[in-house]
Nanobody
């Protein structure tokens, strides 16, 4: 079983920055995709950013140019740097990992990000 622990959420004013961290209980080299999903009140969960084991990244159109996802294999950690935050970014952010062999999906407990206007 893989455990994912998020941290770094909080309250920030519009235009500010936050850095989220997700620490895995196993080597992240065994997890072929890791990403950050978010769920705002009254909305479905959506993918904000993802990164493969080879370093390929993808982003939701709404966060391109503002968010950066990265991974540090030595620390078993994935990061989400969020800049120029907007009130519409307010959501619970969840770390997600997918293992290829066998095919398995893992979720963290979530961390709250609140952006005030």
């Amino acid at each position: 079983q893989v455990q994912l622990v998020e941290s770094g959420g909080g309250l920030v004013q519009s235009g500010g920055s936050l850095r989220l961290s997700c620490v895995a209980s196993t080597s992240i080299s065994s997890l072929y995709i890791m990403g950050w999903y978010r769920q705002a009140p009254g909305k479905q969960r959506e993918l904000a950013a993802g990164i493969t084991s080879s370093g390929t990244t993808n982003y939701a159109d709404s966060v391109k140019g503002r968010f950066t996802i990265s991974r540090d294999n030595a620390k078993n950690t994935v990061y989400l740097q969020m800049n120029s935050l907007k009130p519409e970014d307010t959501a619970v952010y969840y770390c997600n990992a997918k293992r290829a062999f066998p095919v398995t999906n893992y979720w963290g407990q979530g961390t709250q990000v609140t952006v005030s206007s």
